[in-house]
């Protein structure tokens, strides 16, 4: 198995620390997001109410016997989502490998990158710097052993889990905080006397798999802290293009040929950074009467080399006849198939500024 670098990220006590952020005279108290009334569950508790055993998932009656003065709070799905949106954006600077499994959680395969650690401790601030909330990552070489690393030094942790130290953690793990063993699993496993991965690890694969089938062959390697499952992320990216507005319009072909060279530079980086593999090479221009127009190409296969875009692209400029417009904008993009309807960025050179990472319209 190629070896993996995975961080799983948690935010702390979602919901709750954002209505703590966003009411500062909820700080400090014993919080429950959800509903109040005979019927009603807590979705979050602060960690000021976990301290009473207030949990998420408990009856909202249970929660106030637990803790008379907590103060409970209907939930805003819409803000919460927002937040897991920006969470999102910044996952998606350092992979495109990113596995959501709720609002406030995710796996991140980043492999590729010199050190998880480090891209761990920097997710981390960037979270709080850019909306103010905290989260637990863990690091690990599987999402099974990440996860377990992520809960481990919880609220605001960091924590790897280094290949020397995975026997003694999954020895100590009760089996229900696996990755993949669910509840009616864990009660099964219970009933046959195995309560912690150090039980599990006593049970041959045979008996594993004659008491829960084919799972059982993935049982049997978790209780090795061996865990062969993916980051299956949820967007696939299906092109790859920038864009530039003139200044001025022009019909200038020397002067538009420049201007594509710098968008298409742009291209190729974003290309190169994300290892995108796409066969179709699509030109739109924009004309000074806000007319647009597309040109594309498809390749046998992927675009392989900056020299490869340029002939191309140079190649659909030299076909479009203006027809005695000026053009006020050209983009160039590299989309997966004919058939994809690219995504731009917008270049700012304009202004001396760096091209937006974020796209002019998510696909
Ligand atoms: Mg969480």
């Not at 004919?338 to 796209?359: I, K, S």
Request: charged letters at 30%.
């Amino acid at each position: 198995m190629p070896e993996r670098k995975i961080i799983h990220i948690d935010m702390d006590a979602f919901y709750a620390s954002i209505e703590q952020r966003d009411r500062p005279e909820l700080r400090g108290l014993p919080v429950a997001v959800g509903y109040a009334g005979p019927r009603g569950v807590v979705a979050t508790a602060s960690y000021e109410a976990r301290r009473y055993g207030v949990h998420s998932a408990i009856s909202s009656v249970r929660a106030l016997r637990l803790c008379p003065q907590l103060v409970f709070i209907p939930s805003r799905m819409e803000v919460y989502k927002a937040v897991s949106q920006q969470i999102r954006a910044i996952f998606y600077d350092y992979t495109e490998l990113v596995e959501p499994l709720s609002l406030d959680e995710a796996f991140l395969d980043v492999t590729h990158l010199p050190s998880a650690t480090l891209a761990a401790r920097e997710i981390k601030a960037r979270i709080l710097a850019e909306t103010g909330l905290t989260a637990s990552a863990g690091v690990s070489v599987n999402k099974m052993l990440a996860k377990i690393a992520s809960d481990y030094r919880k609220p605001d942790g960091l924590f790897v889990i280094e290949p020397r130290m995975v026997d003694g953690f999954v020895a100590g793990l009760p089996v229900e905080r696996f990755f993949g063993i669910g509840e009616v699993t864990a009660r099964k496993m219970h009933r046959l006397g195995i309560r912690t991965g150090a039980e599990l690890r006593e049970r041959s694969e045979e008996e594993l798999v004659r008491h829960f089938g084919k799972a059982g062959h993935a049982y049997y390697g978790y209780a090795r802290g061996i865990d062969p499952r993916a980051v299956e992320p949820n967007r696939i990216r299906k092109s790859l293009g920038a864009e530039n507005t003139f200044a001025e319009d022009t019909d200038d072909r020397e002067r538009l040929l420049a201007e594509l060279g710098a968008v298409r530079e742009e291209v190729w980086r974003r290309v190169s950074k994300y290892g995108f593999r796409g066969r179709t090479v699509v030109l739109k221009l924009k004309y000074d009467d806000f007319r647009q127009i597309t040109r594309s190409h498809t390749l046998p296969g992927p675009v392989e080399t900056p020299e490869q875009l340029e002939r191309v692209a140079g190649e659909l400029l030299g076909g479009v006849d203006f027809g005695g417009r000026k053009v006020r904008l050209v983009g160039l993009a590299v989309a997966n198939a004919p058939e994809t309807a690219p995504v731009y960025v917008q270049l700012r050179f304009d202004f001396g500024e760096g091209p937006e990472e974020r796209p002019v319209g998510e696909r």
